[in-house]
């Protein structure tokens, strides 16, 4: 897994590398991932339109996310004792870093065709940082975490739903509709009309089809989990019943040797009275 990320641009402090950089890193990785999510408002704040104070609070945004990107790495990097690795080795953060920059030069909506597959690049390379930066929490016997972690994100959809599409008139709504959209269901009653919410809708899914995926897995490694357990106990008592026996066995060799011996020794013995 380490090898994967690595070759993937997001494998943090090399183990080699100076000690105070890699304690750094602890913190800092999380602060990355808090930050980064400051480009979700950025790009919908852009992407809605609406008042001019949205574009200016969108661009606000993204120079927040290159700053504090720039500062942490500044900072990391100082303490490293390799930093052209260290930034190689993260070269993703170094595309958000160069990503959001560039995003504060971007134009106000409607965007035009050449600037709509850089931005929905961004967005991509962001929403792999998040997924990677969470990577811990998404591993086996960890139901309960999953469970809890899509409620939240179907709670922030439905929440993003009711700002970002016409057709949502509450907010009750808006969960329906992000339930619809990360469940792949499509009863066609409310449907996303907007750029925005369309947009919207394409991340909602692909994070329903992996969240979905993620929590029926725990559910089947619980129940083979389970099997497994059950196998377990019976391979321990053949185990057991095994070795039973092999002492049995040892204990007659032990006692067939003795008394072959003391046959032995009477042969002997009879052998020299003669």
């Known amino acids: 897994m380490e090898k994967w990320l690595h070759n993937f641009g997001f494998c943090g402090v090399d183990a080699h590398d100076d000690q105070g950089a890699a304690k750094a890193w602890v913190w800092m990785h999380w602060l990355l991932f808090a930050i980064s999510l400051l480009t979700i408002p950025a790009f919908y704040l852009e992407l809605v ?126 969960l329906w509709l992000a339930f619809e959209s990360s469940a792949t269901v499509g009863y066609g009653d409310v449907a996303p009309t907007t750029p925005a919410s369309r947009v919207f809708a394409v991340f909602v899914v692909l994070l329903g089809y992996g969240m979905l995926s993620l929590v029926f897995a725990n559910i089947a490694a619980m129940f083979v989990g389970e099997e497994e357990k059950l196998l377990r106990r019976e391979m321990h008592r053949d185990i057991k019943r095994l070795e039973g026996e092999i002492c049995s066995m040892h204990d007659d060799l032990r006692a067939l040797r003795e008394e072959l011996t003391r046959g032995q020794s009477s042969c002997q013995a009879s052998n020299t009275r003669r």
């Open 49 to 174: 339109g609406g008042p001019a104070a949205f574009h200016r609070a969108g661009q606000l945004l993204y120079l927040v996310v290159a700053v504090g990107f720039a500062i942490l790495y500044a900072w990391i990097v100082r303490l490293s004792r390799h930093p052209r690795r260290l930034l190689g080795r993260n070269w993703l953060d170094m595309l958000i870093l160069l990503g959001a920059a560039a995003s504060i030069a971007g134009g106000a909506t409607p965007w035009s065709a050449w600037e709509w597959p850089p931005r929905m690049g961004f967005m991509c390379v962001v929403a792999v940082r998040i997924v990677l930066a969470l990577r811990m929490l998404f591993v086996p016997n960890r139901l309960l975490v999953l469970l809890l972690i899509g409620a939240a994100v179907l709670g922030v959809a439905g929440a993003g739903f009711y700002w970002l599409e016409p057709r949502v008139q509450s907010y009750a709504d808006g």
